[in-house]
């Protein structure tokens, strides 16, 4: 039997439907164009205040998103071996795992990692990608994607675009998770 693609996939905009995400272009404009901040940099929450809004904020992601079906449905028939890699800081570790034990998707996970040192989350992600040896990384977040392309990883990075950086020229993005799967597993099919 042939080995099963590994791959790692990020949890909110990727596995989950987020809705929330559409601000991040806004977000990064303001970041950038107002307050003059031109490196990547994310928001950790530190205080009780900050963490219980951050964790409000996150329960944003209510869905499984287009694809997660087809995601547990390659992972049972051994074609994917299917890691959770979510910069989620480790205080949301409990709200991840009632989502992922509410839609029957905790089982599809070899791995399900989180960012428990509060680390950047881009350059938490850089590790954890290279450590693992993914061949394919699902990210959302284009800040994180553009990071690990200039890692130069042997990992493929396919980037879950959104309605507002759809334009953005980029070899390996996707509207959806399914579509990503989709070129994964027909990439797989050529290479065997």
């Not at 303001?30 to 409000?56: C, D, H, Q, Y």
């Not at 890692?151 to 990503?180: C, G, M």
């Amino acid at each position: 039997m042939k080995k099963p693609i590994v791959a790692g996939f990020d949890f909110d905009g990727v596995i989950a439907y987020n809705p929330a995400r559409l601000a991040r272009k806004p977000i990064a404009f303001f970041k950038r164009n107002v307050l003059g901040m031109r490196r990547v940099r994310f928001f950790v929450p530190k205080t009780p205040i900050e963490k219980a809004f951050w964790s409000l904020a996150h329960e944003t992601s209510m869905f499984p998103s287009m694809g997660s079906s087809q995601l547990k449905h390659l992972v049972r028939e051994g074609k994917v071996e299917a890691h959770l890699l979510t910069s989620r800081f480790g205080f949301l570790e409990p709200n991840l795992l009632r989502f992922l034990r509410f839609w029957g998707l905790a089982d599809v996970f070899t791995t399900i990692t989180l960012n428990h040192h509060e680390e950047q989350p881009h350059e938490f992600k850089a590790r954890m990608v290279k450590k693992n040896k993914f061949a394919y990384f699902v990210e959302d977040n284009w800040d994180i994607v553009s990071h690990l392309r200039k890692q130069k990883l042997k990992t493929e990075v396919h980037w879950i675009y959104n309605l507002f950086d759809r334009t953005k020229e980029y070899p390996y993005k996707y509207p959806y998770l399914a579509k990503s799967l989709e070129r994964i597993v027909s990439l797989e099919k050529i290479k065997a």
